[in-house]
């Protein structure tokens, strides 16, 4: 859900200027090609977002080494990942992290295999954390490189 709700509020929003970004989301222990789950299917089509094509990757699919960003959900993926490539360290964080929202929980919780209801909650989290993100990104001029 995070991918394409980054990817969506990237396209909507005219004044940003990172549309040439690749957004792309790969799990610590997702099954490759995995199809989405029904209920994250209902709740990104709720907000006409159509998530149907999606399969799941797995991190390790993934060259770490080329990304620019590495944004987790919670502190124990980020740990994982740090632990497992540290000399990518300072490229990882939460999302939580990143876009400071204030909030009880530091960490996004995953609905796996709970109700549609969680799905929607968790949906609305993360939009509600991107957003906060690319606004302070607004603020942070991009250097671009030689």
């Given at each position: 859900?995070?991918?394409?709700?980054?990817?969506?509020?990237?396209?909507?929003?005219?004044?940003?200027?990172?549309?040439?970004?690749?957004?792309?989301?790969?799990?610590?222990?997702?099954?490759?090609?995995?199809?989405?789950?029904?209920?994250?299917?209902?709740?990104?089509?709720?907000?006409?977002?159509?998530?149907?094509?999606?399969s799941?990757?797995?991190?390790?699919?993934?060259?770490?080494?080329?990304?620019?960003?590495?944004?987790?959900?919670?502190?124990?993926?980020?740990?994982?990942?740090?632990?497992?490539?540290p000399?990518?360290?300072?490229?990882?964080?939460?999302?939580?992290?990143?876009?400071?929202?204030?909030?009880?929980?530091?960490?996004?919780?995953?609905?796996?295999?709970?109700?549609?209801?969680?799905?929607?909650?968790?949906?609305?989290?993360?939009?509600?954390?991107?957003?906060?993100?690319?606004?302070?990104?607004?603020?942070?001029?991009?250097?671009?490189?030689?």
């Amino acid at each position: 859900m995070a991918e394409y709700l980054f990817r969506d509020l990237i396209k909507k929003n005219d004044e940003f200027e990172l549309k040439e970004w690749e957004v792309c989301s790969a799990g610590i222990s997702a099954v490759k090609g995995a199809e989405v789950n029904e209920k994250a299917k209902s709740v990104m089509k709720e907000i006409k977002i159509d998530i149907t094509d999606h399969s799941s990757r797995n991190i390790d699919e993934v060259e770490l080494n080329q990304v620019d960003l590495i944004i987790t959900m919670t502190r124990k993926h980020s740990r994982a990942l740090i632990l497992k490539y540290p000399g990518l360290a300072d490229k990882i964080s939460t999302l939580k992290e990143l876009s400071q929202f204030e909030s009880n929980s530091k960490d996004i919780q995953d609905p796996f295999g709970l109700s549609e209801e969680v799905y929607r909650n968790t949906r609305d989290e993360i939009e509600a954390n991107l957003k906060k993100l690319l606004k302070k990104m607004k603020n942070i001029p991009l250097i671009e490189e030689d």
